[in-house]
């Protein structure tokens, strides 16, 4: 896993470190795509990836890897890392691999995002809640942003906290930002 | 009822669309724009199925209040989660007799002042991946000749998600699914910024945006992403830009 652009944070082991690696010596390489473009870049073989990165291509099947699977760690513009999986000898992810990849893709984020804290109150790690978040959640993300000068990751995690403190649900919160039905809440400091 | 004479424009102007590089994001709520306008519903939504199983509001050409809503409670229940679930069409669906059928959908679709529903899977060989929502305010009916226009339409939503690339692999279908996805929080988070920064509402935010894309012949996410930064404060010490 990688978080910024910078270093990777966390392998299953050391092989797969090395290599994660490789793509930041290198410069190249599908994590950083998926980091820079906010999609995954799934490339089931190297081999056949069309010189789109030639020196890690060639580090990468010389160490014995054939497969880099590269999931973005994002709330929309919030960029939070990449988790990659990478595959060897030839090995593919069919469809149920990937559905089970983006379901630690989301625990992931959910993760990182909880490390936002400031100290308010915070629910525990709903990652199916990502699931159910309704537009207007992230229309307030952006709102509360503009008025309380905070990041995009404050402004969620100062929507949950509400939403935690006051035992309502945070889609129920967002709408009634979006709508004026509520006012927005004043600025800490 | 559907306005022939609008079609042949719709169609060469979204397959000139797809020759070039696009916005999916964008191409996605032009489509609904132009089928609501051929159909004469007041509004058309689009709803994508992330891999997770779960039905994602992805474009819609009257993404306000009521209508929003409805287009987002059928991850659970309703005309786009039957069409997605069975593959076929789900056509002039009389919303005063749905109750039995959608208990939860049909008294929020009424009330919000609609009289019909009609869903259009969005097919891929022998999968959906999504569904083209359509509501009327009056009883509006569709014949055969019709809903082979519509779902022709809901087929075009379905070309251009796959376009960019062959999708002969999971990878790719999965690539934009999720690209697209992501892109959509992107817009979200932007209209909600811009429609404070503006004073504006959320939806006049979005015509801002789009407006913005279209005048600088950029991406409307990377338009989004330009008004995130610009909106938020200086430094975020966790990189988010």
Same mark, same amino acid.
């Given at each position: 896993m990688t978080t910024g652009a910078e270093a990777s944070v966390a392998a299953s082991d050391p092989a797969v470190l090395a290599v994660a690696d490789l793509q930041f010596a290198l410069g190249e390489g599908p994590s950083a795509d998926a980091f820079a473009d906010g999609r995954p870049v799934l490339v089931g073989d190297l081999a056949r990836s069309d010189g789109r990165w030639m020196a890690f291509t060639s580090a990468a099947l010389a160490s014995g890897v054939t497969g880099v699977y590269a999931f973005p760690l994002a709330v929309g513009a919030v960029r939070l890392g990449v988790l990659a999986c990478y595959t060897h000898a030839g /090995?593919? &992810?069919?469809?149920?691999?990937?559905? /089970?990849? &983006?379901?630690?893709v989301d625990s992931a984020t959910e993760l990182l995002l909880s490390s936002t804290d400031d100290g308010s109150p915070r629910p525990d790690p709903a990652v199916e809640e990502s699931l159910t978040i309704r537009s207007e959640v992230y229309q307030a993300q952006g709102m509360l942003m503009v008025e309380l000068a905070v990041s995009l990751p404050d402004a969620l995690a100062r929507l949950r906290a509400i939403a935690f403190a006051e035992g309502i649900q945070l889609n129920d919160l967002a709408a009634d930002l979006v709508t004026g039905r509520r006012p927005f809440p004043e600025k800490d400091e | 009822m559907i306005s022939v004479d609008q079609l042949p424009r719709v169609f060469v102007e979204m397959a000139d669309t797809l020759v070039d590089d696009f916005d999916l994001v964008e191409f996605l709520h032009t489509l609904t724009d132009h089928v609501a306008a051929v159909s004469g519903a007041e509004a058309v939504g689009l709803v994508l199925a992330d891999q997770r199983g779960s039905l994602q509001f992805m474009a819609a050409s009257n993404a306000s209040g009521a209508a929003l809503e409805l287009f987002q409670i059928q991850n659970s229940e309703g005309p786009c989660q039957d069409c997605f679930r069975t593959r076929q069409p789900v056509v002039n669906a009389d919303l005063g007799r749905a109750e039995t059928l959608w208990p939860a959908?049909?008294?929020r679709a009424r009330a919000a002042g609609f009289q019909s529903v009609h869903a259009f899977p969005m097919r891929l060989r022998d999968e959906a991946i999504g569904a083209l929502n359509l509501f009327g305010t009056s009883a509006v009916l569709f014949e055969t000749d019709e809903v082979r226009v519509v779902q022709a339409l809901a087929d075009v939503a379905t070309i251009a998600i796959l376009q960019e690339?062959?999708?002969?692999r999971a990878e790719a279908l999965t690539e934009q699914l999720?690209?697209? =996805? =992501?892109?959509?929080?992107?817009i979200e988070q932007a209209k909600g910024a811009l429609s404070r920064t503006l004073g504006v509402s959320v939806d006049e935010a979005f015509a801002v945006l789009r407006s913005r894309a279209r005048g600088s012949r950029r991406r409307l996410s990377d338009v989004a992403r330009d008004v995130l930064e610009d909106s938020g404060p200086p430094a975020d010490p966790r990189g988010g830009s």
């Amino acid at each position: 896993m990688t978080t910024g652009a910078e270093a990777s944070v966390a392998a299953s082991d050391p092989a797969v470190l090395a290599v994660a690696d490789l793509q930041f010596a290198l410069g190249e390489g599908p994590s950083a795509d998926a980091f820079a473009d906010g999609r995954p870049v799934l490339v089931g073989d190297l081999a056949r990836s069309d010189g789109r990165w030639m020196a890690f291509t060639s580090a990468a099947l010389a160490s014995g890897v054939t497969g880099v699977y590269a999931f973005p760690l994002a709330v929309g513009a919030v960029r939070l890392g990449v988790l990659a999986c990478y595959t060897h000898a030839g /090995h593919t &992810l069919d469809g149920d691999d990937l559905r /089970h990849c &983006l379901l630690a893709v989301d625990s992931a984020t959910e993760l990182l995002l909880s490390s936002t804290d400031d100290g308010s109150p915070r629910p525990d790690p709903a990652v199916e809640e990502s699931l159910t978040i309704r537009s207007e959640v992230y229309q307030a993300q952006g709102m509360l942003m503009v008025e309380l000068a905070v990041s995009l990751p404050d402004a969620l995690a100062r929507l949950r906290a509400i939403a935690f403190a006051e035992g309502i649900q945070l889609n129920d919160l967002a709408a009634d930002l979006v709508t004026g039905r509520r006012p927005f809440p004043e600025k800490d400091e | 009822m559907i306005s022939v004479d609008q079609l042949p424009r719709v169609f060469v102007e979204m397959a000139d669309t797809l020759v070039d590089d696009f916005d999916l994001v964008e191409f996605l709520h032009t489509l609904t724009d132009h089928v609501a306008a051929v159909s004469g519903a007041e509004a058309v939504g689009l709803v994508l199925a992330d891999q997770r199983g779960s039905l994602q509001f992805m474009a819609a050409s009257n993404a306000s209040g009521a209508a929003l809503e409805l287009f987002q409670i059928q991850n659970s229940e309703g005309p786009c989660q039957d069409c997605f679930r069975t593959r076929q069409p789900v056509v002039n669906a009389d919303l005063g007799r749905a109750e039995t059928l959608w208990p939860a959908f049909a008294p929020r679709a009424r009330a919000a002042g609609f009289q019909s529903v009609h869903a259009f899977p969005m097919r891929l060989r022998d999968e959906a991946i999504g569904a083209l929502n359509l509501f009327g305010t009056s009883a509006v009916l569709f014949e055969t000749d019709e809903v082979r226009v519509v779902q022709a339409l809901a087929d075009v939503a379905t070309i251009a998600i796959l376009q960019e690339r062959s999708i002969s692999r999971a990878e790719a279908l999965t690539e934009q699914l999720q690209g697209a =996805l =992501l892109s959509r929080v992107v817009i979200e988070q932007a209209k909600g910024a811009l429609s404070r920064t503006l004073g504006v509402s959320v939806d006049e935010a979005f015509a801002v945006l789009r407006s913005r894309a279209r005048g600088s012949r950029r991406r409307l996410s990377d338009v989004a992403r330009d008004v995130l930064e610009d909106s938020g404060p200086p430094a975020d010490p966790r990189g988010g830009s």
